[in-house]
């Protein structure tokens, strides 16, 4: 039998299930996808896991390294604990949940953006008070200073490292905890500023 024949005697097959015989030799034809490594899952999964008595904190810089003229960002991924809140913009009179990062010379920090909150009612005081109480995420942009001064500061460095807090009061639905800061540090590895037209190179 020829292999005419036996397309053929194979589309005849397809027809009798009710199979599109185009569309599957199309499909048959198509190389499998490769999927590639996603380097944001990645740091996330190399996270920092860290718990207090009122939430749980994962924080990873969003990428491994940086260089000058660059900008990567500090991620805290928070999940409040069961029937627990924290506070959000908004809260006048209460401590506002806040990532802070100390400043050092040739980091730029952004501006923060606050995710949407949610309105808790305190029955109570009969108060309406923006909180978070499901998981939510704070992002720390910044950028490393490109200027001849911070290239020449940073060269020969292997990695920059930034400190920080995490500062806030969470509640329940009967009472207010005491405020709590919670230590935070971030280790990039720095490369090389990018060459004109050019990928960044390691130092």
């Known amino acids: 039998m020829t ?3 036996d397309r053929r005697r194979v589309a005849a097959l397809l027809l009798v299930a009710g199979l599109p015989v185009a569309a599957t030799a199309r499909q048959a034809q198509r190389p499998a996808a490769v999927s590639k490594p996603d380097p944001a899952a990645s740091q996330r999964e190399a996270g920092v896991d860290i718990w207090t008595d009122h939430l749980k904190v994962r924080t990873y810089p969003s990428a491994p390294s940086v260089a000058p003229g660059q900008r990567v960002s500090l991620v805290l991924e928070i999940e409040p604990g069961e029937r627990m809140h924290v506070y959000a913009p908004g809260a006048d009179g209460y401590r506002v949940i806040m990532l802070t990062v100390a400043g050092q010379p040739f980091v730029r920090l952004l501006e923060q953006q606050y995710p949407a909150s949610e309105i808790y009612v305190f029955e109570p005081l009969n108060e309406r008070i923006p909180v978070y109480q499901k998981p939510f995420k704070l992002v720390q942009e910044l950028t490393l200073d490109a200027g001849p001064k911070a290239q020449a500061a940073l060269r020969g460095q292997a990695q920059l490292t930034l400190k920080g807090s995490l500062d806030y009061q969470a509640c329940d639905d009967k009472i207010c ?16 500023a990018p060459r004109p037209g050019g990928p960044a190179t390691p130092e």
């Open 177 to 192: 905890f005491n405020p709590v800061s919670v230590p935070l540090s971030w280790t990039l590895a720095l490369r090389a």
């Open 3 to 5: 292999r005419f024949a």
